[in-house]
């Protein structure tokens, strides 16, 4: 099921025609060509609550128009990971409002979505694939999919805390 996560965003963040970098809250041309290295694990670990052994580049991919990579984060007991995708726009297209409208137009494969309040720009929970899809600003995105989403054979946290976690890390990674 993360597996097909992970393909399921880096699909939808490769084929959003997203937009350029504008207004106050502008990154680095190279902001989502690394999340491990944009979002390093003493951050990740902070923001999760959790002990982070390893971060992993667990994908890339990239145009001259648009950049994504994911991060997989490994606790140091072994017990617990989480990933953050970062998608970003470094050329015209789309809004943020026709992101998150791009993002909530699957339910198929997300299931129902809910509008999230964030400190800057829109949030989407997607419960079904318990994974927060952020959009600080036109032309970037960050998908975090928090620690405890995926359980094999124990049992899955509560939606809320999910949420609340995956809320966190966007936050942090924002900065």
């Not at 959003?16 to 390093?40: E, R």
């Not at 998608?87 to 026709?98: F, I, L, N, P």
Request: charged share 20%; net charge neutral.
């Amino acid at each position: 099921m993360r597996i097909a996560a992970v393909i399921f965003f880096a699909a939808c963040a490769t084929g959003c025609s997203g937009g350029g970098i504008t207004g106050g809250s502008q990154k680095a041309s190279d902001w989502a060509l690394d999340a491990c290295k944009t979002f390093p694990k003493e951050a990740a670990g902070k923001a999760a609550g959790v002990a982070i052994a390893n971060a992993e580049t667990a994908g890339q991919t990239g145009s001259s128009d648009t950049l994504v990579s994911n991060c997989t984060y490994s606790s140091a007991d072994g017990k617990t990971n989480f990933g953050v995708l970062l998608r970003q726009e470094k050329t015209g297209g789309q809004t943020v409002d026709a992101q998150i409208a791009d993002m909530k137009s699957r339910p198929d494969m997300t299931g129902p979505s809910e509008d999230v309040a964030m400190p800057k720009g829109k949030a989407v929970w997607a419960a079904k694939m318990h994974t927060l899809s952020y959009v600080p600003a036109t032309g970037r995105m960050i998908v975090v999919t928090p620690p405890g989403a995926f359980s094999f054979g124990g049992a899955t946290p509560n939606d809320g805390d999910l949420k609340a976690k995956a809320i966190s890390i966007a936050i942090a990674v924002e900065g």
